[in-house]
């Protein structure tokens, strides 16, 4: 999923939606940032979990992949920006985590132990490239969510949209 898939279908300006249409649109971005979002954090986990191995054999022949992993993974289990949380559902199965999944596999991802220096290397830039893009591309998606919501504001606020209807379906 890139944004260019949702930009195509979002390129109107926000103030001629309809009400219904506006937050039908609002709600699938949030919905395509929930995938991009799982995708982007296991591809910063996967990237950590490549650097933790290349510090590893820094540390010399006796240090343990293991050991860091508790802590690597914990650094992705909190922090972040705060949301309003929104139902969980599995997100493994996406065109994205499809596409980490590729990447990975492509450089032996799950043989990290057995890569050599250079291929770590290359492993790192890899996922480090594709982290890169989905960040970019989350940049965007939220840049288009913030008009949507400020658009919503607007009209809430200036009469156009009744809050009661919130409550309706």
């Known amino acids: 999923m890139h944004v260019s898939d949702t930009t195509t279908q979002t390129s109107s300006d926000p103030a001629g939606l309809s009400l219904t249409d506006l937050r039908a649109l609002r709600q699938q971005l949030q919905h395509e940032d929930d995938v991009v979002s799982y995708a982007r954090r296991v591809a910063q986990a996967r990237l950590d979990l490549v650097k933790?191995?290349?510090?590893?054999?820094?540390?010399?022949?006796?240090?343990?992949?293991?050991?860091?992993i508790g802590v690597v993974l914990s650094q992705h289990l909190t922090g972040g920006p705060a949301r309003p949380p929104r139902p969980a559902e599995d997100l493994s199965d996406n065109p994205l985590a499809n596409e980490l999944d590729a990447v990975c596999a492509e450089f032996r991802f799950g043989r990290l132990e057995k890569l050599d220096k250079t291929e770590l290397d290359s492993l790192a830039d890899a996922i480090s490239e594709f982290e890169t893009k989905v960040s970019s591309d989350r940049r965007e998606r939220f840049d288009r969510l913030d008009a949507l919501s400020a658009e919503l504001v607007r009209r809430y606020r200036d009469g156009e949209a009744d809050v009661d209807s919130l409550l309706e379906g």
Do not use: V, Y
């Open 52 to 68: 933790s191995e290349l510090s590893r054999r820094d540390a010399g022949p006796d240090a343990d992949l293991n050991a860091h």
